[in-house]
């Protein structure tokens, strides 16, 4: 395609740029256009997703039949099923008069559906037969219905992590991904962010009937070091705020910084500061270092720990070991317990204890000190371990191997299903029959 055809493609749509990668997915678009391929675009919300399916449809030979967006995210769970393959009369309450669905309205022309990762499951195994077949029910009905549509699909999100998380069919994902488009985000098309803010400014100055902004060389610079996670949305917001509340109409750097947030004004990764961030981000990174922290502290305790049974097994006297756990008392301060040294012993006694100790270590005093280097790796220094901890273990397991195959049985095998009914992921219940050789079930 050449660029005067890109150009002509651009005006008639209302795309400005001329970044490579807008130009390369405009090019895509035209080239898939004729055919009746289904096309997945990728893109960040407010990156202009939907003038891409209007380019698709417009040059297709569907082009004088109807076209309609929807945004899979707005519609309700509940409701969606019915939105989009119709309902019968009566088949849920409220449900006074059959309805068509999009599938059948748009018989003959194309369907967008915005943020296709937002559709339930349930809805996506529906889709799948549409894309496959042409063959969709209505919602309280088991006569099946043909319809001829084209499908144009939008994501916001990384479909293929949401296959992974069990949150997207696999199946649909390659059925939608026959050609992907890649919208680039405003922030990686350079003078481009210019480019629209003077269109924007020009725009809401017609509307508003005042002057358009005009910004400073440095101005530009600003605007287009600005990341713009909002996007095209958000660069056409700033432009209108400015237009609408800005006393002198020409803006320079210092002015326009007050519309653009402080946080977001540089493309630099952002530190975590000691008083954390903002919102749920905020609360995720002090739950992590807290988590750390917790980790870092039980190892320390561990590493401690394990040189205070060796110091005693070295060989020292009831007395000198009966020091040392008293200088070490910090450790056992979340037992609930008070450690003893005495007759020769280690014992646990405490409230929880009922004057019976269960486990001693026994000191071992012909130990040297290159002997005491790997004590702790020797099974006999912990000795009067009762039996019924194994077996309690072994009884544990066997539980949780009945549990998993009595939910396999009850979901016909289903493994997703049974994950869901035990509480746990996919992946855990993978792992679990992989330990218990059961992944010939």
Do not use: W
Not at 3 to 15: A, D, T, V, Y
Not at 197 to 219: G, H, W
Not at 297 to 302: E, I, K, Q
């Amino acid at each position: 395609m050449t660029p005067s055809e890109i150009q002509s493609i651009k005006q008639r749509f209302g795309i400005i740029g001329n970044a490579p990668a807008l130009n390369y997915a405009i090019q895509v678009a035209a080239q898939v256009a004729p055919t009746d391929m289904t096309v997945l675009i990728s893109g960040e919300s407010g990156s202009g997703k939907e003038s891409f399916s209007k380019i698709i449809h417009a040059l297709s030979p569907r082009k004088h039949g109807q076209f309609i967006a929807i945004n899979c995210g707005a519609i309700p769970e509940g409701t969606i099923d019915s939105e989009l393959f119709g309902h019968e009369k009566g088949s849920f309450t409220g449900a006074q008069e059959a309805r068509k669905g999009y599938f059948e309205v748009t018989n003959g022309g194309t369907i967008f559906l915005d943020e296709i990762g937002e559709m339930p499951l349930g809805t996506q195994a529906r889709l799948l037969r549409v894309l496959e077949n042409g063959e969709f029910i209505r919602v309280g009905s088991s006569k099946v219905q043909k319809t001829d549509v084209r499908v144009v699909a939008a994501t916001n999100v990384n479909l293929l992590d949401a296959v992974r998380e069990g949150k997207f069919r696999e199946d649909l994902y390659y059925r939608l991904n026959t050609v992907p488009i890649t919208v680039p985000p405003l922030r990686e098309r350079g003078d481009d962010i210019y480019l629209l803010f003077r269109k924007f400014a020009t725009d809401f100055a017609e509307r508003y009937r005042v002057k358009p902004i005009a910004l400073s060389p440095e101005a530009v610079t600003e605007l287009q070091r600005f990341s713009f996670p909002g996007n095209i949305r958000q660069l056409k917001n700033v432009a209108e705020q400015m237009s609408v509340l800005e006393t002198e109409r020409d803006v320079d750097n210092a002015r326009l910084r007050q519309y653009l947030p402080a946080e977001q004004s540089s493309r630099l990764p952002m530190l975590l500061s000691a008083s954390g961030t903002h919102g749920a981000e905020a609360n995720s990174y002090s739950e992590r270092d807290l988590l750390y922290k917790v980790l870092f502290d039980m190892r320390r305790d561990m590493t401690d720990l394990k040189k205070m049974v060796l110091d005693m097994a070295a060989g020292q006297r009831p007395a000198e070991a009966q020091e040392l756990l008293r200088q070490n008392s910090h450790l056992f301060n979340n037992l609930n317990v008070a450690p003893v040294y005495e007759n020769n012993r280690l014992s646990r006694s405490g409230p929880a204890d009922n004057g019976t100790a269960d486990y001693f270590i026994t000191p071992r005093p012909e130990m040297t000190v290159e002997d005491a280097a790997t004590y702790e790796d020797e099974p006999q220094r912990v000795e009067d371990i009762p039996h019924e901890t194994e077996e309690e273990t072994l009884s544990l397991e066997a539980k949780e191997k009945e549990m998993i195959m009595k939910a396999l049985k009850k979901h016909h095998n289903k493994r997703k299903y049974a994950a869901h009914d035990l509480g746990i992921s996919e992946r855990t219940l993978y792992r679990k029959l992989k330990q218990y050789d059961l992944e010939q079930l």
